[in-house]
């Protein structure tokens, strides 16, 4: 089964909101002011005019390391064939062929992270609604190993997603491969909150959602708990 395993506190300030195409570099403690991520500022994606747009972090909760957010250092574990996701609303209508995810995957030898783009539909808690047909609304899709380490993991899509402003829209993370459930083969992403936690919704504009093995059905966690991720959105019109 899916269980949530807190983790020491590592650094300080955590529960920054960034939208809106912010500049990482503004911000010290955004991981994306970190030189070694430098890269991830300078991919762009050619548009069907032949122009090209730089690409920005247009929504992004930070790594929940610290207080004053209480019990915010959370792992959300998979075991293969289970699923988790975090809603999303982009600020700028564009496409999306870049996300990062804080996760780990310790078997990433053998059972890769499955990461799909999904457009909700105009309804937030789509994945809660049992006729949702999560594949039929697949924007972008791709796997990755990951690395065995909590850190930032760059996720890349060949086909972009494209995506419209102030419209909800889900990152769907599966983890994939042969070994049995409820093995120790298994994956984590960090979140912020488990129930012992701060209340706090520290990103409002979307929820976290998970499901068991198989996906029967998907539950909404509570609006307080969500997962560390960045969306990159190359605007459909360049400035």
């Not at 506190?9 to 503004?26: K, Y």
């Not at 870049?98 to 789509?126: E, Y």
Request: with cysteine; aromatic share 8%.
């Amino acid at each position: 089964m899916m269980r949530l395993v807190p983790f020491a506190c590592l650094v300080a300030a955590c529960g920054n909101v960034i939208t809106a195409q912010r500049d990482a570099s503004s911000d010290p403690t955004d991981p994306s002011s970190n030189p070694a991520n430098a890269r991830d500022a300078a991919i762009a994606d050619a548009l069907p005019d032949g122009k090209v747009c730089q690409q920005a972090i247009d929504q992004q909760l930070t790594a929940c390391t610290s207080p004053p957010i209480a019990q915010c250092a959370v792992t959300f574990i998979m075991f293969t064939g289970q699923s988790a996701a975090q809603a999303f609303k982009p600020s700028s209508t564009g496409s999306v062929s870049h996300i990062r995810l804080r996760m780990n995957n310790p078997a990433a030898a053998t059972n890769p992270i499955q990461v799909s783009i999904v457009d909700f539909s105009g309804d937030p808690v789509a994945l809660a609604n049992p006729s949702f047909d999560l594949e039929q609304h697949v924007l972008a899709r791709t796997e990755t190993p990951m690395t065995v380490l909590t850190t930032w993991q760059d996720v890349n899509f060949v086909v972009p997603a494209a995506v419209v402003a102030n419209q909800p829209y889900g990152i769907v993370v599966r983890m994939v491969g042969t070994s049995d459930p409820g093995s120790t083969v298994h994956a984590g992403w960090d979140l912020y909150n488990d129930f012992q936690g701060g209340m706090v919704d520290s990103y409002p504009s979307g929820r976290f959602f998970d499901c068991g093995t198989g996906c029967p059905s998907w539950t909404a966690e509570p609006t307080f708990r969500d997962a560390a991720f960045e969306v990159y959105v190359s605007p459909s019109v360049c400035p």
